[in-house]
């Protein structure tokens, strides 16, 4: 079975800097897609951003980009430009291709403080 | 506007109560979620329905049982609340092996007393 680890439990930034937030995956297939996703203290889950792994080309979204290592099994989240609006929890997910296997597999986050 | 919605969105249960918490998505999408979050866990998968009809034990099922009633709605029934189901639950619902992920509903906080 696929996991996820994410092991900076928190993480904090100075506004309008950058920060890295690390995430593992362990896996034995060759295709899969990888996701971020924000929760903020609304609670509500947003897509920040996703990469399929045959794709060499690191995912980037406005100031959210990934680092996306698949020899090493690793996709961290860089946040350039930390925002106040940045702070929330970060969810590193996993999903498979293969057929009847869509759910997604989830880290145990990275709560991100920013400060002004 | 399109998207997944749960009701309710908070609920305070006494222990060994029953109740059933309701998910609807009106984006015709294929499969459905149920997770649980709690501090430090992260989300872990309760149930799914790959499609209509269907349904599969996820992660942590114990405790839960699931009705896909038809393709929009996903229901997730405590039969006997504990304290150790107080926590924040979710439903999703995505279409086929879209690149796009879960669409996920706004959650609902649960507390078992």
């Known amino acids: 079975a696929q996991t996820v680890t994410q092991s900076q439990p928190e993480m904090s930034v100075q506004e309008a800097e950058t920060v890295t937030l690390s995430c593992t995956y362990d896996t034995s297939e060759s295709d899969y897609y990888l996701f971020w996703y924000k929760q903020p203290p609304s609670r509500q889950m947003i897509l920040v951003i996703r990469q399929e792994a045959y794709k060499q080309q690191n995912a980037t979204e406005n100031r959210f980009s990934v680092n996306f290592q698949k020899a090493a099994k690793s996709f961290s989240l860089k946040i350039s430009d930390s925002q106040l609006g940045d702070a929330a929890m970060y969810f590193c997910a996993y999903r498979s291709k293969q057929g009847g296997s869509e759910k997604l597999v989830f880290g145990k986050g990275t709560k991100l403080t920013v400060n002004p | 506007n399109a998207g997944v919605t749960q009701t309710p969105k908070f609920q305070v249960l006494k222990t060994g109560q029953s109740m059933t918490l309701q998910c609807a998505q009106d984006?015709?999408?294929?499969?459905m979620y149920w997770y649980r979050q709690d501090p430090g866990m992260g989300l872990r998968l309760i149930y799914y329905s790959a499609s209509e009809g269907t349904t599969d034990k996820g992660e942590v099922p114990n405790g839960y049982n699931v009705s896909r009633l038809n393709k929009r709605e996903f229901s997730l029934r405590l039969e006997s609340a504990a304290p150790s189901q107080t926590s924040v639950y979710f439903c999703?619902?995505?279409?086929?092996?879209?690149?796009?992920?879960?669409?996920f509903g706004s959650g609902t906080r649960l507390t078992v007393v």
């Open positions: 984006m015709n999408h294929n499969s």
């Open positions: 999703a619902s995505m279409y086929g092996t879209h690149i796009y992920g879960y669409t």
